[in-house]
């Protein structure tokens, strides 16, 4: 089951939550709806590593557990926050300064490709102290590269 809600605020966040699963599509159809269209491929891809992970990694897919995720659009940022209910993990400090076959490589030190992938994505990667909940931010205006992924 899929859960939506939209709060009216002067910021306003829309959430999302849904038992642990693999099948993502209309979750993901629904985070990106107002992407720009260059932009969808790349995002698309982040948010699929970091919504895998929740359920999958936080979650053991327990059907019972929920992955929650508020989002909102500010100017040119869009702005993720994904909550799971697993035990956490300890977040890696930085995966965006390795090469991807040092970060492939370090996978045991929970700093593999998807993570790797979360770095190169978006522009700010943030956990919270347990590592259950990621915050995940991407400008699209004025970004000083081109997308990733046509």
Request: proline share 6%; net charge neutral; charged share 20%.
């Amino acid at each position: 089951m899929i859960a939506v809600s939209s709060r009216p605020a002067k910021r306003s966040w829309n959430t999302v939550s849904f038992a642990s699963t693999l099948y993502l599509v209309p979750i993901l159809d629904l985070l990106l709806a107002e992407i720009p269209p260059q932009w969808r491929s790349e995002v698309r891809l982040g948010l699929q590593e970091a919504l895998v992970n929740a359920a999958k990694h936080g979650n053991k897919l327990d059907p019972s557990k929920t992955v929650l995720v508020r989002f909102s659009v500010v100017a040119d940022q869009y702005w993720w926050v994904i909550s799971d209910q697993g035990t956490g993990f300890k977040p890696p400090e930085s995966c965006d300064t390795a090469s991807l076959e040092e970060n492939i490589a370090c996978q045991e030190n929970e700093c593999g490709r998807g993570l790797y992938i979360l770095y190169q994505v978006f522009d700010q990667v943030v956990w919270n102290g347990q590592g259950t909940e990621l915050r995940l931010c991407k400008r699209v205006k004025g970004s000083s590269r081109l997308p990733l992924l046509p």
